[in-house]
């Protein structure tokens, strides 16, 4: 075992590992993301988005997205607008997932099965 704490639950078990509580997500948060993600799928290709994880114009887009759907959902609170025509939260957070995993991508942690010497010569 390594250094990692151990966790000993209630009825004696043992784990080396302390996971963070993916039960605390919404089965909600969940159904929208996913439902958002098919949207893209049917539109662009099932994870057209992995193939722009290493071009920065591409986040930059998907900050924009992010922002243009947090404005149209600023103005749907303000204006108390509830016919939702478009799940700008779930667009907002399908956004942000994009940029994290670039943000992975970027620092060497995730491996999109490019050539090594891509991932190692794209610089940010």
Known sequence: MSNEEKKI??????????LPPYELIT?????????RLRLGEQKYGRHNWRQGLTDKQFIQDRLNHAF???R????QIEYDD???????AAAIIVN????MEYQLV???????GLPKTSLQSFKV
């Open 9 to 18: 639950f209630d009825s004696g078990a043992s784990s080396s590992e302390n």
């Open 27 to 35: 089965d909600s948060l969940l159904d929208r993301v996913a439902e």
């Open 68 to 70: 243009k759907h947090l």
């Open 72 to 75: 149209n959902l600023q103005n």
């Open 82 to 88: 509830n016919s939702i025509l478009d799940d700008d």
């Open 96 to 99: 942000i997932m994009f940029i």
């Open 106 to 112: 970027r620092n060497g942690l995730v491996n999109l």
